[in-house]
T-cell receptor
Framework: KAGVTQTPRYLIKTRGQQVTLSCSPISGHRSVSWYQQTPGQGLQFLFEYFSETQRNKGNFPGRFSGRQFSNSRSEMNVSTLELGDSALYLC?????????????FGPGTRLTVL | GENVEQHPSTLSVQEGDSAVIKCTYSDSASNYFPWYKQELGKRPQLIIDIRSNVGEKKDQRIAVTLNKTAKHFSLHITETQPEDSAVYFCAASSNYQLIWGAGTKLIIKP
């Protein structure tokens, strides 16, 4: 099976703009989680979608939103970008959404906000 | 809410020695504890996991131990090799969500 893919891989935006990131999970996986990774901050959980419904949400402002389509592909949107949003955004998919299932990560989208 | 603390943040060991990374969690209902390894410039990958009904699990040079009473779990790497250099993340599951530790940068000195 093909792995998790994310597009685009790199993105440069300016403050105030908005951005949409895309994640295609492994075929058959219905759960997609999004993470923000910055140096020294580890993996910060944004949200998880399972069968097109947001199941969990982390402590991020409302500028961060997401959605999942019927084919399990997911998008994440960040509006009114701030300098502090510069980070690597990772998505991860897992089968059935059970807590016991391994999460498979994508390569990430590196977002730079100028 | 659930919180996972991971120590140390950086660990430097001589090649061939053992390395131990420790995590504590706050939610006693957590029942699944995976460890992920992230090599420089790569994505995190699962290396070992343990469920709450098991006290220890081994896979070649790596092992994980769980103490439910104390609410802590540890990753043990024996006979460390250069390819073990990476950032290691622990996590604990709570309500379908994985709560992550801050990561430990493991440096293997030649």
């Amino acid at each position: 099976k093909a792995g998790v893919t994310q597009t685009p891989r790199y993105l440069i935006k300016t403050r105030g703009q908005q951005v949409t990131l895309s994640c295609s999970p492994i075929s058959g996986h219905r759960s997609v989680s999004w993470y923000q990774q910055t140096p020294g901050q580890g993996l910060q959980f944004l949200f998880e979608y399972f069968s097109e419904t947001q199941r969990n949400k982390g402590n991020f402002p409302g500028r961060f939103s997401g959605r999942q389509f019927s084919n399990s592909r997911s998008e994440m949107n960040v509006s009114t970008l701030e300098l502090g949003d510069s980070a690597l955004y990772l998505c991860a998919s897992r089968d059935r959404g059970s807590s016991y299932n391994e999460q498979f990560f994508g390569p990430g989208t590196r977002l730079t906000v100028l | 809410g659930e919180n996972v603390e991971q120590h140390p943040s950086t660990l430097s060991v001589q090649e061939g020695d053992s390395a131990v990374i420790k995590c504590t969690y706050s939610d006693s209902a957590s029942n699944y504890f995976p460890w992920y390894k992230q090599e420089l410039g790569k994505r995190p990958q699962l290396i070992i996991d343990i469920r709450s009904n098991v006290g220890e699990k081994k896979d070649q040079r790596i092992a994980v131990t769980l103490n439910k009473t104390a609410k802590h779990f540890s990753l043990h790497i024996t006979e460390t090799q250069p390819e073990d250099s990476a950032v290691y993340f622990c996590a604990a599951s709570s309500n379908y969500q994985l709560i992550w530790g801050a990561g430990t940068k493991l440096i293997i000195k030649p």
